[in-house]
């Protein structure tokens, strides 16, 4: 039995898929059922209710034996540690009540960097799994740099023919899309031979390092229009955050915090490798999935 949490988001979504087609036992987690689609619905059992909810996660956890972990997101809290540590506790505490051996969660990186103390959401995403960790349940950690689907909340700038970022212009960094992460997260939860195996951190690179400028002229030859990247000071993408994306003071300032690390170069502390570079290209993610959502 495979429990995933968050199996509306991006990344769950995709991932139930995966599961689904290895014929896997999957448990889902939803505020919502309603949500699911009719034919995931149908193949999954369901537990309704928040998966920070104590009642919710003994029972959902009751039997299984793995379980995808997703944070969700919480743009209007008062501070970052109740949407990363306080929200995780009741699960951490069911981890060991019902015997779940094995954890895949959604994490960043930057772990052993200068910048990771003072990083926002990633310094949270860090002490989650931690957290997790001590838990005694094997833990595989999923940490990512800036995923490409980030940019579909800017559709509107982009049909206005540009994008905005933090990150200078030309700093190459890694960027990775949410339906590798989602094929890199079913290989750990289908594979139980790391069972008792501890805590370990499986990075999702992405195929290449891109820089913003890179990007726009991959966005100019897909949409076939020219794309130009606006850089913007950290204070103002952090005021921006409150002021047009609704956010909390304390959720833009983590937001600002971890923009300012990566940066700096945070996310090019991880060395990449044949193991951790994954297959969508920026070009393929823009035409398969970008271009529907603009047009």
């Known amino acids: 039995m495979i429990v995933v949490t968050a199996p509306t988001s991006q990344i769950g979504s995709q991932l139930l898929g995966h599961l689904l087609a290895a014929d896997a036992e999957v448990r889902v987690i ?10 995931i619905r149908d193949r999954v059992d369901v537990v309704r209710g928040s998966h920070g909810d104590a009642d919710v996660v003994n029972a959902a956890f009751d039997g299984a034996e793995s379980v995808f972990w997703l944070a969700p997101p919480d743009d209007r809290a008062d501070d970052l540690r109740a949407v990363y540590l306080d929200f995780l506790e009741p699960a951490r505490v069911a981890f060991g009540k ?5 954890v895949v969660g959604v994490s960043a990186l930057g772990r052993g960097t ?8 990633v310094t949270l995403s860090l002490a989650m799994d931690d957290r997790i960790a001590e838990s005694g349940v094997a833990y595989r950690a999923l940490t990512m740099p800036s995923f490409m689907d980030n940019l579909l909340g800017q559709a509107g700038a982009l ?15 890694p960027t990775c899309a949410t339906a590798d992460i989602a094929a890199v997260a079913a290989r750990e939860l289908l594979d139980d031979s790391w069972a008792g195996a501890g805590f370990a951190e499986v990075p999702v690179l992405g195929p290449e390092d891109l820089s913003n400028n890179d990007q726009a002229r991959i966005l100019s030859e897909v949409l076939g229009r020219e794309i130009r990247f606006q850089h913007v000071p950290i204070d103002a993408f952090r005021a921006n955050m409150i002021a047009n994306a609704g956010m909390s003071e304390a959720v833009a300032q983590g937001m600002a915090e971890m923009m300012a690390a990566k940066a700096a170069g ?13 297959p969508t290209t920026f070009a393929a993610w823009c035409e398969e999935t970008l271009v529907p959502t603009l047009w």
């Open 30 to 39: 939803a505020r919502d059922p309603d949500r699911l689609k009719p034919e």
């Open 98 to 102: 019902r015997g779940v051996a094995r």
């Open 114 to 121: 200068p910048m990771a103390a003072n990083a926002g959401h």
């Open 159 to 173: 049909r206005q023919g540009m994008f905005f970022s933090p990150i200078p212009g030309d700093l190459r960094v």
């Open 266 to 278: 945070m996310d090019n502390a991880q060395p990449r490798t044949a193991a951790n570079t994954t």
